[in-house]
């Protein structure tokens, strides 16, 4: 299955931790989910925002992992503490609470594509010491993961399809192509258009890969449902992008 993995926006993902009956729609928030940073400079550092938009005392932890692409979109991550300078970590927000997060780039900055990561801000369950409320509660502990990029000068994306073939499982025929990024930035798979002879397809015919993030120097996999006027593939598809 192709991954939808916050499309060109990094998912929030929303976990429970059940402690009751009630659930307060009311939860920490996280901003922004994408961000670009300079290998040096001003722009070595940024700045994201926690809000604590619930009634409770919230501990947050923040940490920040490498980014790598399968072949399906998933992401493959590793440490990059050496890499980041984040301050804080680790924090307390209180009820209405707005906390700055300074974030800094300190890797090597003579990179000659762009590097992807991960920014994870965490709500842990902690107890800080609230008083239990009558008639028990969920809990909802939240955890954001936002998409960082530290981009080079002067680098730009290189895509095409190197590979094609139709597929079957059980009734249903797929055309899988194979899309590389050969440039130094990611590229998101918008209004993409695939030739293919005399057939265009774009729109709701490439669904599953339409709007799919390509990091630099990855590919990925994608498989969209087979045109009835497609018997045999002759030739490889070009991939035509905004």
Same mark, same amino acid.
């Given at each position: 299955?192709?991954?939808?993995?916050?499309?060109?926006?990094?998912?929030?993902?929303?976990?429970?931790?059940?402690?009751?009956?009630?659930?307060?729609?009311?939860?920490?928030?996280?901003?922004?989910?994408?961000?670009?940073?300079?290998?040096?400079?001003?722009?070595?550092?940024?700045?994201?925002?926690?809000?604590?938009?619930?009634?409770?005392?919230?501990?947050?932890?923040?940490?920040?992992?490498?980014?790598?692409?399968?072949?399906?979109?998933?992401?493959?991550?590793?440490?990059?503490?050496?890499?980041?300078?984040?301050?804080?970590?680790?924090?307390?927000?209180?009820?209405?609470?707005?906390?700055?997060?300074?974030?800094?780039?300190?890797?090597?900055?003579?990179?000659?594509?762009?590097?992807?990561?991960?920014?994870?801000?965490?709500?842990?369950?902690?107890?800080?010491?609230?008083?239990?409320?009558?008639?028990?509660?969920?809990?909802?502990?939240?955890?954001?993961?936002?998409?960082?990029?530290?981009?080079?000068?002067?680098?730009?994306?290189? %895509?095409?399809?190197? =590979?094609?073939?139709? &597929?079957?499982?059980?009734?249903? @025929?797929?055309?899988? $192509? /194979?899309?590389?990024? !050969?440039?130094?930035?990611?590229?998101?798979?918008?209004?993409?258009?695939?030739?293919?002879?005399?057939?265009?397809?774009?729109?709701?015919? %490439?669904?599953?890969? =339409?709007?799919?993030? &390509?990091?630099?120097?990855?590919? @990925?996999?994608?498989? $969209? /449902?087979?045109?009835? !006027?497609?018997?045999?593939?002759?030739?490889?598809?070009?991939?035509?992008?905004?």
């Amino acid at each position: 299955m192709n991954s939808q993995y916050f499309s060109q926006f990094a998912r929030r993902v929303l976990t429970a931790a059940s402690l009751g009956l009630s659930l307060s729609l009311q939860a920490m928030t996280f901003s922004p989910i994408e961000m670009d940073f300079s290998p040096t400079g001003r722009a070595a550092t940024r700045i994201f925002r926690l809000e604590n938009n619930t009634a409770e005392p919230t501990a947050v932890e923040m940490v920040i992992k490498s980014r790598s692409m399968a072949s399906n979109g998933d992401d493959v991550l590793g440490d990059a503490e050496d890499q980041f300078n984040i301050f804080p970590p680790q924090l307390v927000l209180q009820p209405g609470q707005i906390q700055s997060v300074r974030v800094q780039y300190i890797g090597s900055a003579a990179l000659e594509k762009e590097q992807a990561f991960r920014l994870i801000a965490e709500q842990l369950p902690v107890d800080l010491g609230e008083a239990p409320q009558d008639g028990g509660r969920m809990r909802l502990l939240v955890k954001y993961i936002a998409s960082v990029y530290v981009v080079p000068r002067n680098v730009r994306a290189v %895509l095409s399809v190197t =590979e094609a073939q139709i &597929v079957s499982e059980g009734a249903q @025929r797929w055309l899988q $192509v /194979k899309v590389k990024n !050969e440039g130094g930035t990611r590229k998101i798979l918008k209004n993409a258009k695939l030739i293919i002879g005399p057939l265009s397809l774009s729109g709701d015919a %490439l669904l599953g890969m =339409e709007g799919e993030n &390509v990091l630099a120097q990855t590919a @990925r996999v994608f498989r $969209v /449902k087979l045109p009835t !006027e497609l018997l045999t593939l002759d030739t490889t598809p070009r991939l035509l992008l905004e």
